[in-house]
């Protein structure tokens, strides 16, 4: 079955740069479409960028300036990276699929990652 | 960017009771609206697609409606197990925009 799974440091320092990578299995890269989606504590949804599955990409403009994803179709993974953090980008980070014949809806995501930008 | 303005913020209703949510974009956003259930400490869940269309495995007393910048999401004979946020998210336009979210409780 389809599954997404998000890893990374809980904990970076502003100013740093946030690596994570998103984990798939029961799917190919090579025929699906990433999403990386941010939800600040007790707050919504942010989506922050896609990578599709010709590896094109497309972000926010919101933080675009900041922000890359990429991918390793061999490990199944998908990464981001996003520099100069700052308190504001504390969150919980999730990737999702853009789901089959769902229009942009996202129908497979991840458990999610905390991250919190502290010193 | 299109915005969300979803409403209301919070709901309170009694089990078996139908309610409503509501989201209005910015501008015509085509039927390109997805509803999700977000349950506390989880990831969202996709209820909805296309403005109405029910994705697999989703009750059926979840339905979507709307066209145009208005758009809402009914859930019949409230359930417990319905006690979550709920969002709506457009994907006419990049970005992709979430609305705010209501949180649905049982009274």
């Known amino acids: 079955q389809v599954q997404l799974k998000e890893s990374g440091p809980g904990l970076v320092q502003p100013s740093q740069t946030l690596s994570l990578t998103c984990t798939v299995s029961?799917?190919?890269?090579?025929?699906?479409?990433v999403s990386w989606i941010r939800q600040p504590p007790g707050k919504g949804l942010e989506w922050m960028g896609v990578?599709?599955?010709?590896?094109?990409?497309d972000y926010n403009s919101a933080i675009k300036s900041r922000l890359s994803i990429s991918r390793d179709t061999s490990k199944s993974q998908v990464f981001l990276k996003m520099n100069s953090l700052q308190t504001e980008d504390t969150a919980m980070y999730f990737c999702?699929?853009?789901?089959?014949?769902?229009?942009?809806?996202?129908?497979?995501w991840g458990q999610g990652v905390m991250v919190t930008v502290s010193s | 960017d299109i915005q969300m303005t979803q409403s209301p913020a919070s709901l309170s209703a009694s089990l078996g009771e139908t309610v409503t949510i509501e989201c209005r974009a910015s501008?015509?956003?085509?039927?390109?609206l997805a509803w999700y259930q977000q349950k506390p400490g989880k990831s969202p869940q996709l209820l909805i697609y296309?403005?109405?269309s029910l994705h697999t495995g989703v009750p059926s007393r979840f339905s979507g409606s709307g066209s145009g910048t208005q758009y809402s999401l009914k859930i019949n004979s409230l359930q417990s197990e319905d006690v979550a946020s709920y969002f709506c998210?457009?994907?006419?336009?990049?970005?992709?925009?979430f609305g705010s979210g209501t949180k649905l409780e049982i009274k």
């Open positions: 999702a699929r853009k789901g089959i014949r769902r229009g942009g809806s996202f129908d497979y």
């Open positions: 029961g799917l190919s890269l090579t025929s699906n479409s």
């Open positions: 501008e015509d956003i085509y039927n390109g």
């Open positions: 296309n403005a109405n």
């Open positions: 990578i599709w599955s010709n590896g094109g990409t």
């Open positions: 998210q457009q994907y006419y336009d990049y970005p992709f925009t």
